[in-house]
């Protein structure tokens, strides 16, 4: 017999009632309390730790994981159950749980050589099915008058694997009809999880990697769609099932999971070197930063000076807060660009998706079925409700590019505005609710509804988005394609960029540009400082007074502007890596407020228009009776009904609107996107 020195039950033991880490706690000791406190099912034992006290075991640990596991799993729990013998009556099993093995094997490089052995893998959460009941052992009843026995079967606790019924009767020897007793039989919950590629390990042009893995018992519903995590666990090759026609010759593979971790949303995965942060430093000092960072912005790209600006502004982004009642303000910038084809929108975008230090390129469409937010579907192969997350949620953390924005699907119309203000998606369908965090910067373009922008209509005619919508965007660009005397300029600059020629040594290239931008979201967070604060407010109370002092009159800004105005500040001062942001970096926010306000149609001398009139396009007294609409027919659908139009007309004479404009307005709102129409003449809010 091969030396096993020492028994691997007695050296688990002695490592967890003995280890102490580098602070010289009994760290594992202190989990054990834990876990009989709380009545844990598992214990995570760090790699690390495991190396440190026995390399031997450690080794052998990984070489006969499925030998040593069981072994260790019943002697932790004798371990507990002597400590505390109560804990038997509420718990019966418990598990060790290894994390942070020493090497990840990314997606891309899963073998079946590397079947039945312990590895980690890291990817995104990006679908989850709902938590079934998996049959670890059964007893069967031989449906048969002359047998009529139980029996159980299989007579080995599995793992993962589903049980097929028995064929043969054990008792009797005989085939026929078997039937679970269900109440005699051991169940475990039972999740399968798909987890894909990181964006940033994705090489360019490829479809992200995929793998799916099985979560049982506790590990269940430990982690949601949109979530970074590293799991350890057994990689299985397994066949696929041509649905319902046998087996067929093609594998895939699956894991087992043994433990996860969920990680941190921070950009701590950008690498940057003590060189390139000196560079970075270096960069900050130059006055004129924040232009050559706007310079660099697709710099093939002639002009659109304003859109590189607004680009820039949400790569960088202004920063979050908790306020103290815990609401949180977000500090993402949302940007859309509304143009005429051929105005480089794509290609600006594509830059942006290129340089943000963590992005998800989409459009509008979304390239699977689950589009921006998350959708639930049943799965092909398995029949399960799968919860799966869209671009939004796997950008969490990140930047959201969507491009062709108008054509998104009907139910991200509705969930995109929580996605965007709230930062959230929530989704309740076929069993599973949710809340998944989607704090991402959107970056977005759209085409003009009628093919190009007719400046004569305001933003909301122009795109086939609802102005609700609109209004969650910080900054709001329309590229209008007119030939004029900048054709010159752009024709040469097009061409020089063709040959190669556009070399400014002011131009930030994109390398060190995407290490400035990670490195000023994760370690540059400003403060407004009194005079910026000054300058922004009186900014604001000017432009509501031009509004006129009576309730009819219409309001040129909102407080939302104001936040965007905070948030801008911020970004400004972040470029410069400044912590504090000064009276310069309000007055330039004021100034690209300005541009948009213009450009949106507003004359900011005169106060002309008003921001609501721009973005919905109808004056504020119809504008509340809209609002008082939806609120009926809210009330009116319910949950999962809709609204009739009888109903809704008999609600609204009660608040004093007639019948004629009910039926106008509700029409005109349907038009808009504010309600949908379910079935004829029935209603629910977008
Ligand atoms: P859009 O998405 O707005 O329809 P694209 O991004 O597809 O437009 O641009 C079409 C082409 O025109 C691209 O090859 C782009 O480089 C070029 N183009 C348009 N405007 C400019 C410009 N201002 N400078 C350089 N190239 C431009
Ligand atoms: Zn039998
Ligand atoms: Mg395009």
């Not at 469409?365 to 959708?375: D, E, F, I, R, W």
């Not at 049943?378 to 108008?406: F, N, Y």
């Amino acid at each position: 017999m091969s030396a096993i020195p020492p028994d691997p039950k007695d050296e688990f033991l002695l490592f967890i009632s003995t280890y102490k880490d580098s602070k010289g706690n009994t760290v594992y000791l202190k989990k054990i309390n834990e876990m009989i406190s709380y009545r844990k099912k598992s214990l995570y034992v760090d790699y690390n730790d495991l190396i440190l006290f026995d390399m031997t075991f450690a080794t052998l640990f990984i070489q006969k994981t499925n030998d040593l596991l069981p072994l260790l799993n019943n002697a932790l729990y004798e371990y507990i159950t002597s400590l505390d013998p109560s804990f038997a009556e509420d718990v019966d099993k418990v598990f060790v749980r290894i994390y942070n093995l020493p090497r990840t094997v990314t997606l891309r490089a899963i073998r079946s050589a590397l079947a039945n052995k312990l590895i980690a893998v890291e990817g995104i959460v990006t679908k989850m099915s709902d938590v079934k009941q998996r049959l670890v052992k059964g007893t069967f009843k031989h449906l048969d008058p002359n047998c009529n026995q139980e029996f159980v079967y299989p007579d080995q606790d599995t793992f993962g694997e589903l049980i097929e019924t028995p064929t043969v009767c054990p008792v009797c020897g005989k085939t026929g009809r078997f039937k679970l007793v269900p109440e005699k039989s051991t169940f475990v919950d039972y999740q399968r999880i798909i987890i894909q590629e990181k964006p940033e390990d994705t090489p360019s042009g490829q479809m992200p990697r995929k793998l799916e893995v099985v979560l049982e018992e506790d590990l269940v519903d430990t982690v949601r769609p949109g979530d970074r995590v590293k799991i350890v666990g057994m990689i299985e090759v397994k066949q696929e099932a041509l649905i319902k026609r046998g087996a067929s010759s093609v594998f895939s593979f699956q894991m087992k999971a043994h433990s996860v971790e969920v990680s941190q949303r921070v950009l701590e995965e950008v690498n940057i070197s003590e060189d390139e942060e000196l560079k970075i430093k270096q960069l900050a000092k130059d006055p004129w930063i924040i232009d050559r960072i706007i310079a660099s912005i697709a710099p093939e790209i002639y002009g659109r000076w304003e859109i590189k600006e607004a680009i820039a502004l949400s790569l960088f982004g202004g920063v979050p807060k908790t306020m103290p009642d815990g609401t949180r303000l977000r500090g993402d910038i949302h940007t859309l660009i509304i143009g005429d084809p051929g105005t480089a929108k794509s290609q600006i975008l594509q830059f942006a998706a290129k340089v943000a230090p963590r992005a998800v390129y989409t459009t509008g469409k979304g390239s699977t079925a689950v589009g921006l937010t998350a959708a639930v579907n049943r799965d092909k192969e398995t029949g399960d409700w799968m919860l799966e997350a869209g671009a939004l949620v796997l950008a969490d953390g990140g930047v959201a590019v969507i491009d062709e924005i108008e054509k998104m699907r009907d139910e991200d119309r509705v969930a995109i505005h929580e996605a965007m203000e709230q930062q959230t998606v929530s989704i309740a369908k076929a069993g599973i609710v949710a809340k998944l965090n989607s704090r991402a910067t959107v970056i977005s373009a759209g085409n003009p509804k009628f093919g190009r922008y007719i400046v004569e209509r305001g933003v909301a005619d122009n795109i086939n988005l609802p102005p609700s919508l609109l209004s969650r965007f910080d900054l709001i660009f329309i590229l209008i394609d007119k030939p004029g005397e900048e054709d010159d300029k752009m024709a040469d600059h097009i061409l020089d960029a063709h040959a190669g020629n556009i070399s400014d040594k002011n131009i930030i290239e994109i390398d060190l540009l995407k290490k400035y931008i990670a490195y000023a979201r994760k370690n540059v967070n400003p403060k407004i400082t009194p005079e910026a604060k000054k300058i922004l407010k009186e900014f604001f109370i000017d432009m509501r007074k031009k509004g006129g002092e009576s309730p009819e009159s219409p309001v040129i800004i909102t407080p939302r502007q104001l936040e965007a105005l905070i948030r801008l500040s911020e970004a400004y001062a972040r470029m410069r890596l400044s912590d504090t942001v000064s009276k310069e970096d309000a007055e330039r926010a004021i100034n690209i407020m300005r541009i948009f306000l213009q450009t949106v149609g507003i004359d900011v001398e005169t106060g002309k228009m008003d921001i609501d009139t721009i973005m919905t396009g109808k004056p504020s007294s119809i504008r509340e009776k809209m609002e008082r609409l939806i609120d009926i027919v809210r009330v009116l659908a319910g949950d999962t009904s809709c609204a009739r139009l009888k109903e809704i007309v008999k609600e609204a004479k009660n608040i004093g609107i007639e019948e004629n404009e009910t039926r106008r307005l509700i029409e005109q709102m349907r038009r808009d996107f504010l309600i949908v129409e379910t079935k004829e003449d029935c209603y629910r809010p977008a």
